[in-house]
């Protein structure tokens, strides 16, 4: 699948599904969030992608701007609350508001436990949980100041059982999955929703650089699924939540993996 292509999973999915709604990925301009901005695009939203670097996040803005809606591309430091607030200020002034949020930047290296350097440590768990809590509650203040709207965020299975070797990526996200049910719980009265989509292993760039050459071959023997994801796998999920399809969910968690965390037959 190239740039641009819209991935055959979302084709479900009504054409003006999102059509005057605001959409703010951050990581958008790269792996799974490029796949997300562009399919919320090709579903009518005016979509803003953010990150650290503008020449990541400009071909995708053109490609959003050429499915006939608009765009915004904003650099962006998320383990920097003062820059987060500076994000969603440019958004907002862009859109006018922000209806939907998708929690996407990442980072992530291996590294025994007892070798993580305390820089390595904070640059994971900064970028996952600091992150992905200081753009919750800034686009959060504003959305219960206008009526609601839905934040997803990209967790990972390995929340949810052992992370060896990327320990720093297993707690971050961990933290992730209980962030997002303690503010589904404070702020359902103000009308935001919040979910976390956790991936399993998905076949991007970032994740082809940081793989063993036999993992792929070690991991597909026992996924229920037969194979790896592939980032459009990702964006079906990310939709329905932050549709009105999804209005009575939230505080729930969604696996995307395969089958990854099921125990492989012993048949």
Same mark, same amino acid.
């Given at each position: 699948?190239?740039?641009?292509? !819209?991935?055959?999973?979302?084709?479900?999915?009504?054409?003006?599904?999102?059509?005057?709604?605001?959409?703010?990925?951050?990581?958008?301009?790269?792996?799974?969030?490029?796949?997300?901005? @562009?399919?919320?695009?090709?579903?009518?939203?005016?979509?803003?992608?953010?990150?650290?670097?503008?020449?990541?996040?400009?071909?995708?803005?053109?490609?959003?701007?050429?499915?006939?809606?608009?765009?915004?591309?904003?650099?962006?430091?998320?383990?920097?609350?003062?820059?987060?607030?500076?994000? !969603?200020?440019?958004?907002?002034?862009?859109?006018?508001?922000?209806?939907?949020? =998708?929690?996407?930047?990442?980072?992530?290296?291996?590294?025994?436990?007892?070798?993580?350097?305390?820089?390595?440590?904070?640059?994971?768990?900064?970028?996952? @949980?600091?992150?992905?809590?200081?753009?919750?509650?800034? =686009?959060?203040?504003?959305?219960?100041?206008?009526?609601?709207?839905?934040?997803?965020?990209?967790?990972?299975?390995?929340? =949810?059982?052992?992370?060896?070797?990327?320990?720093?990526?297993?707690?971050?996200?961990?933290?992730?999955?209980?962030?997002?049910?303690?503010?589904?719980?404070?702020?359902?009265?103000?009308?935001?929703?919040?979910?976390?989509?956790?991936?399993?292993?998905?076949? !991007?760039?970032?994740?082809?650089?940081?793989?063993?050459?036999?993992?792929?071959?070690?991991?597909?023997?026992?996924?229920?699924?037969?194979?790896?994801?592939?980032?459009?796998?990702?964006?079906?999920?990310?939709?329905?939540?932050?549709?009105?399809?999804?209005?009575?969910?939230?505080?729930?968690?969604?696996?995307?993996?395969?089958?990854?965390?099921?125990?492989?037959?012993?048949?």
């Amino acid at each position: 699948m190239t740039l641009g292509e !819209t991935p055959p999973t979302t084709e479900v999915f009504a054409d003006d599904l999102f059509e005057g709604e605001r959409v703010l990925v951050t990581g958008g301009g790269t792996g799974i969030g490029e796949h997300i901005a @562009l399919a919320f695009a090709d579903h009518g939203a005016d979509v803003a992608i953010a990150s650290r670097n503008m020449d990541h996040l400009e071909p995708v803005a053109d490609e959003i701007e050429s499915r006939g809606v608009e765009s915004c591309a904003t650099t962006v430091d998320i383990r920097d609350r003062e820059r987060v607030d500076e994000m !969603t200020e440019t958004v907002v002034d862009e859109f006018g508001g922000i209806d939907v949020l =998708v929690n996407n930047a990442g980072a992530n290296f291996l590294s025994p436990a007892e070798s993580l350097s305390e820089n390595g440590w904070r640059a994971v768990v900064g970028t996952v @949980l600091d992150g992905t809590a200081y753009c919750s509650f800034s =686009v959060g203040e504003h959305m219960m100041e206008n009526d609601g709207g839905s934040i997803v965020s990209m967790g990972a299975s390995n929340s =949810v059982e052992g992370a060896p070797y990327h320990a720093h990526s297993g707690a971050g996200k961990a933290g992730v999955h209980n962030l997002m049910q303690s503010l589904a719980a404070e702020w359902a009265d103000d009308g935001v929703r919040c979910n976390t989509v956790a991936p399993g292993v998905i076949l !991007t760039d970032a994740i082809d650089e940081i793989l063993p050459d036999d993992y792929r071959e070690q991991v597909t023997d026992y996924l229920a699924g037969d194979r790896l994801g592939e980032p459009e796998d990702c964006v079906p999920p990310v939709l329905f939540l932050a549709s009105d399809a999804a209005a009575y969910v939230t505080g729930s968690y969604y696996q995307v993996d395969g089958g990854q965390l099921v125990a492989p037959s012993p048949l």
